[in-house]
């Protein structure tokens, strides 16, 4: 499917198949620490899920694993391959491809550096985050339609939900 970001960047987004390979230059995670979102808190932008770029020689599997516990210290225990968008240019050249994770989170690690970010942040609902909080890559359509996808595939259940 083809949208536009908040700044008319074209971006193409596809809901991946379980043979699919990820292969995108950066890395999201959607993540869940039992039954709530775990997002960070990044030092520029505010709330906003885990994620950023592949480093030489890593995989996207690598690199959420990495991240999740760089930006959160959340350690992994499952991940789901579930998107992959590219973002274009306004000149139609590509700028990046983002692989998609939702990713299980089954414990936090106290950390005294988060790198570029204040640590782990947890909510049921991505709306309870004021919008004064929210990084504007929370209002990013691409990434809001694969929250929606994760919740689709079953992936993230909120407590409510499961009973």
Known sequence: MIIHD???KEIRLNFTQ????????????IAFLNDSYLLTRHKKRGIE????KI???ESSEAAIVREVYEETGGIVAEMTYVAQYTVYHPEGTKW???DVFA???DTLESKDDYLETAG???CKHLDEISDEEKSFLLEDEAIL????RVIELGLYQKKEDAD
């Open 6 to 8: 908040q700044f008319d």
């Open 18 to 29: 379980p043979q699919d390979k990820p292969n995108g230059e950066h890395v999201l995670a």
């Open 49 to 52: 899920f885990p994620g950023g």
């Open 55 to 57: 480093e030489q020689g």
């Open 96 to 98: 990046f491809t983002k």
């Open 103 to 105: 990713v299980q989170v």
């Open 120 to 122: 782990p942040v947890t």
């Open 145 to 148: 339609k694969c929250v929606e």
